[in-house]
């Protein structure tokens, strides 16, 4: 059974850590997750026991380096249900969204083509695309959003054309949270010739993902979102289209063989964009992490940070001083303003009662259109986050005009 | 500036320059104004600072943009100390004035309001706040400069 207090034992950081006196209330989650015991040591068993580069096969450390990054991409092939060969490790989202911007948008796309944004997009899902159209003079169009900021089928059916190549959206977006139907998005692309490029950041660590389900061509996620270590990412894509895609660094570990005329034969997919010493310790960790979320049950974790978020709706709403831009979200995020109150005073506000969350403009242009403000409060949930810490949110949120406290108490 | 200022006085001087700012706005003969445009790579604060100097006199000095309270107060209430003084004698109201935020010895007379925001080390994540106008000032003064 889904037990968070038990779930809490398992991370150092939700064990008496403290902030301007209070205990810690960690709700920065969509920014960065706490990692269990498990994945720390994973990490540290690499420097402990097993120190040796990849791709060294001569002894038996390198031999058991090489097994148990194998080993790895399995594990996060299972767990979005794709082929150990579509699994690319790389530092982040960002790497891999640039991956397949740099190495294959550059390669094949024209100035008479199109990639398709919504004004929802993460930076990261946006300004490698730019890039793109630099280099390749093609063009870059959003997919309308309706009244509350939501991607709908009807909005890309009426912008999608011949011309349009790649699509490229978040299947939950950093601010609003809306969950985008990505089975139905991905048949539209295809039926007109385009590529579906999933940004997972918010998705992957809190919803059961199945790629071949979804059918997109490319997913991108991150390793530190799932109780992972920093510095280790994902980049999945079809077989086919990865052997399509240049590498976007080359070097050691991504060659077959090359000559002084310049002819080379890089390795593979997924070697092949793999060119550096691997960031082993972070794949170690990745690994553990995903074994940890499975083992919880993706599915329980779902359910759990719904009812949680529902939780917090309900409570939240009660507060007339407070604004909330996403109430009908389905991820785990909400976003919110305490009338009259800037978003970081408020932010620097809740710090002073122990409380993380995360100030900022997130995206300027959905925030001007949208939610006609220039900055909010996110506070996002991971499934070790608890009602009584929501509880202290609330108590915390209802005095939230007095924001100056921070600087005086 | 009495030593014994409380706190709520301190709110208030904080909450008058973050609502009426008198030194927030972009000056309409800006080309005769050195500006720097100070964005924070952490947090939202996204401001501008206008220097017009007189030889060695900062004879104005505005700025204008998106920043928190604790930002835009501490800007207004450094236009109001710096303006009219030397270059010199801003440079000294600066050093005193960092040296306050973190915690090693200062002359709270040289300071005047500036003094409200001597508790920000106990948000030490504020302090970029309560610094990047002084900052900008600094640059301004060492020949640092946006050319657009």
């Known amino acids: ?409 | 500036m009495p030593i014994s200022i409380n706190p709520t006085l301190m709110r208030e001087i904080i909450m008058d320059h973050y609502n009426s700012p008198t030194n927030k706005e972009t000056p309409e003969d800006s080309e005769n104004y050195f500006h720097i445009r100070m964005d924070s790579t952490s947090c939202i604060d996204d401001i501008t600072i206008y220097l017009k100097l007189n030889n060695n006199i900062i004879e104005d000095i505005k700025f204008d943009g998106v920043g928190c309270t604790i930002s835009t107060s501490s800007t207004d209430i450094m236009c109001d100390l710096v303006k009219g003084k030397t270059k010199e004698e801003a440079f000294k109201i600066i050093e005193n004035y960092l040296n306050m935020i973190y915690e090693k010895p200062y002359d709270e007379e040289a300071l005047d309001e500036a003094i409200v925001f001597q508790n920000t080390h106990k948000q030490a994540a504020r302090i970029k706040c309560a610094t990047i106008g002084w900052n900008g000032l600094t640059k301004l003064l060492n020949g640092e400069k946006d050319e657009d």
Request: glycine letters at 8%; proline letters at 2%.
């Open chain 1, 1 to 409: 059974m889904f037990d968070v207090y038990k779930i809490r034992k398992d991370f150092p950081m939700l064990n008496n850590k403290t902030q301007q006196g209070h205990p810690l209330v960690y709700l920065d989650n969509a920014a960065t997750t706490f990692k269990p015991y498990k994945v720390i040591e994973a990490c540290n068993n690499y420097y402990l026991n097993e120190n040796a580069n990849a791709h060294r096969g001569d002894y038996d450390l390198a031999y058991k380096v090489d097994f148990n990054i194998d080993k790895v991409r399995q594990t996060v092939a299972n767990f979005i249900n794709a082929k150990k060969e579509e699994i690319v490790f790389t530092s982040g989202t960002s790497m891999s969204i640039n991956l397949i911007a740099f190495g294959y948008g550059m390669k094949y796309l024209t100035k008479d083509d199109e990639i398709l944004l919504t004004e929802a997009e993460h930076a990261s899902n946006v300004l490698p695309w730019f890039k793109v159209k630099e280099h390749t003079g093609c063009k870059i169009n959003y997919i309308p959003l309706d009244k509350d900021g939501r991607l709908s089928i009807d909005g890309l059916k009426k912008v999608i054309n011949e011309h349009t190549k790649i699509v490229a959206i978040a299947q939950i977006s950093n601010v609003l949270a809306y969950l985008v139907d990505i089975k139905e998005i991905s048949k539209i692309c295809h039926e007109h010739g385009a590529l579906l490029m999933v940004d997972g950041a918010q998705s992957v660590p809190h919803i059961k993902i199945d790629v071949k389900d979804l059918d997109c061509d490319f997913l991108s996620f991150s390793g530190h979102k799932l109780c992972g270590p920093t510095g280790i990412g994902v980049l999945y894509g079809k077989y086919n289209l990865l052997k399509l895609t240049d590498p976007f660094m080359t070097g050691g570990g991504n060659n077959a063989r090359f000559d002084m005329c310049g002819n080379v034969a890089f390795l593979q997919p997924p070697e092949k964009f793999e060119a550096g010493t691997l960031n082993i310790e972070g794949i170690y960790g990745l690994g553990a992490a995903i074994e940890y979320l499975e083992n919880i049950g993706m599915e329980n974790i779902e359910k759990y940070e719904k009812e949680l978020r529902n939780y917090a709706i309900s409570k939240l709403k009660t507060l007339q001083n407070l604004i909330i831009y996403n109430e009908f979200a389905e991820g785990s995020i909400i976003t919110i303003n305490v009338k009259d109150v800037f978003a970081q005073d408020e932010a620097s506000y809740l710090n002073s009662k122990g409380i993380c969350v995360r100030s900022g403009e997130h995206c300027a242009k959905i925030l001007h259109d949208f939610l006609k403000t220039v900055a909010t409060v996110r506070i996002s949930f991971s499934f070790y986050n608890t009602k009584e810490e929501i509880d202290i949110l609330y108590e915390a949120l209802k005095n939230g005009g007095d924001f100056l406290d921070a600087y005086f108490n």
